[in-house]
């Protein structure tokens, strides 16, 4: 079997969290409804089976290999067959054997990719490390011969599914859509994960958070948000499996976000009303006609459904393996400006007016600019939003920050604000700075940033200076 053929093969598991099972029909993952909407409920149906082939539900995931997760993933040869256990050589390049001491391993998949069992999916029993037997949880229905290769993944995603469970999915909910039931209470509301757009990261404004960066919201929080810090509760491969977790939802999110919108081109939600009224023929008619047409795309594996999800969920990979690069992450050219009085002003000056801080964040910085005040335009309509101010991507209102609070969210190192005001906030207004703007520049507004709370706070005679010609509405002592 060539590579590319098995890469698209997928692991099955079982991922029932034994005390969390609650209501089973409560346990799927719910459907982009917001993205969904004006696609033709059959198609919607077609993506929702194509899902379901790829990443199961979330008491039976599957492992689709293509993607970029870090499964927890060893492969090997059998050596020897008794009964439902067998002894194997691993691959070592190829296997993560640390993996298999994974609390989860019970219940990970097992896929032959030769033999008589070739492409075929089980689920394991145990793994003993003294001689390197496996036992499957239930019968080969043919028996794996001496020579068969074999993959064994999923303990890292069954683990990461079951911390989830636990510890995120009353904020971020099943399927990581942000609308778990304590959601509702919260502003801002817990990330949305299927956008695959995450804010606070390291990389440069048009890649992916790298897994370090999901690592570090998560272990340390987001302040002034209901977002918890998870260290140190939860241990450094706990963490590791959490991300994982995260990532293969976000991934799964977006194929669904990316399926939908291609398939609405076609499949419309009022296409047979219309058409009905257009030729003169009945709506069951045209119905019909949509349903053979829909069938024909499904099966279709050259230009149908089989090759948007090929190329769709590439593309998806490539973008998270981006993430991973080294060179993608922003390093200042320049060490930081030496935080003096001096540097304070000229980035004063330049977040009044070039760098255009101001119209959001107000002359004082308070979060109150005049953005904030108008109707802003809406990428995804083309119109104005209906109500005034910022939204983000995910279609909420969004307020620019506070700053002379001092509270950030991304992290208060000087790096972490040269990293947000550099590269902007993904998914929010909050801009990139053009290219004109010097390195050097950006350090003189970081410093400026960080010395606007005790700017504002100080009394009035003490910071009463203002930059030339920009009077500088005063802050009120707290
Ligand atoms: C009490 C509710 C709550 C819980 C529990 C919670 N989160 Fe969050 N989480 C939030 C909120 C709110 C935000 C959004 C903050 C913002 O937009 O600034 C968020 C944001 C995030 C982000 C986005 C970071 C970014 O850069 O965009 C990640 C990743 C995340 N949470 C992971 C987790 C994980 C993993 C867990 C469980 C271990 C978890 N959260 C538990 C409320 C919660
Ligand atoms: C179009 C509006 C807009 C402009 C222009 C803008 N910001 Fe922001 N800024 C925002 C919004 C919105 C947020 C909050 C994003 C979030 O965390 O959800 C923000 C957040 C921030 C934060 C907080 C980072 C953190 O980790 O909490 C800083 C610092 C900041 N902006 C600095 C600046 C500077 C400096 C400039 C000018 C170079 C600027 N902003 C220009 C909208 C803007």
Not at 159 to 166: I, N, V
């Amino acid at each position: 079997m060539s590579a590319r053929v098995w890469q698209t093969l997928v692991v099955v598991l079982a991922s029932a969290v034994a005390g969390c099972g609650g209501d089973a029909s409560q346990m799927q993952f719910a459907e982009n409804t917001t993205v969904a909407k004006p696609v033709h409920h059959k198609a919607r149906a077609a993506v929702k089976k194509t899902l379901v082939e790829h990443f199961g539900t979330p008491l039976d995931s599957v492992a689709w290999l293509k993607l970029p997760v870090n499964y927890g993933k060893a492969e090997g040869t059998v050596k020897s067959v008794d009964g439902r256990s067998f002894i194997v050589e691993f691959n070592p390049e190829a296997s993560d054997l640390e993996s298999l001491k994974s609390p989860e391993l019970t219940r990970a998949g097992l896929l032959f990719k030769s033999g008589a069992n070739q492409g075929k999916s089980f689920l394991l029993a145990s793994y003993d490390a003294s001689d390197k037997s496996f036992e499957a949880l239930t019968a080969f229905e043919a028996a794996p011969a001496d020579g068969d290769q074999f993959v064994v993944a999923g303990q890292n995603l069954r683990h990461g599914r079951k911390l989830y469970a636990r510890h995120c999915q009353h904020c971020h909910g099943v399927s990581g859509d942000g609308e778990g039931p304590t959601a509702q209470y919260l502003n801002p509301r817990p990330r949305d994960y299927r956008l695959g757009v995450f804010k606070f990261t390291s990389t440069n404004k048009d890649t992916k958070a790298s897994r370090e960066d999901l690592k570090r919201i998560v272990s340390q929080g987001i302040p002034g948000t209901y977002m918890p810090a998870f260290v140190p509760m939860l241990k450094d491969h706990e963490l590791t499996s959490l991300i994982e977790y995260i990532r293969w939802l976000a991934m799964r999110g977006e194929v669904e976000v990316q399926l939908l919108k291609e398939l609405k081109n076609d499949f419309a939600a009022d296409r047979a009303k219309k058409e009905a009224k257009e030729s003169n023929t009945s709506t069951s008619e045209i119905e019909k006609q949509i349903a053979k047409q829909l069938e024909e795309y499904e099966a279709n594996a050259a230009e149908g459904l089989p090759a948007f999800l090929e190329s769709a969920s590439g593309d998806i990979a490539g973008a998270w393996e981006g993430a991973e690069a080294p060179e993608t992450v922003i390093v200042p050219p320049v060490p930081r400006v030496l935080d003096s009085k001096e540097s304070r002003e000229r980035g004063k000056l330049m977040f009044l007016k070039d760098g255009k801080c101001v119209n959001c964040h107000g002359p004082a910085g308070k979060g109150n600019g005049f953005q904030t005040e108008d109707y802003q335009k809406n990428d995804a309509t083309g119109g104005l939003f209906e109500k005034r101010g910022l939204h983000d991507a995910w279609g909420e209102q969004i307020k620019p920050r506070d700053l002379t609070r001092g509270i950030y969210r991304g992290g208060r190192r000087p790096i972490d604000i040269y990293r947000r005001i550099s590269q902007g906030i993904k998914g929010t207004p909050m801009p990139a700075t053009p290219a004109t703007v010097t390195p050097e520049q950006i350090w003189d507004l970081v410093n400026y940033v960080l010395s606007v709370p005790f700017e504002s706070a100080a009394p009035k005679a003490a910071t009463g200076s203002s930059v030339e010609g920009h009077p500088v509405e005063q802050g009120h002592p707290k």
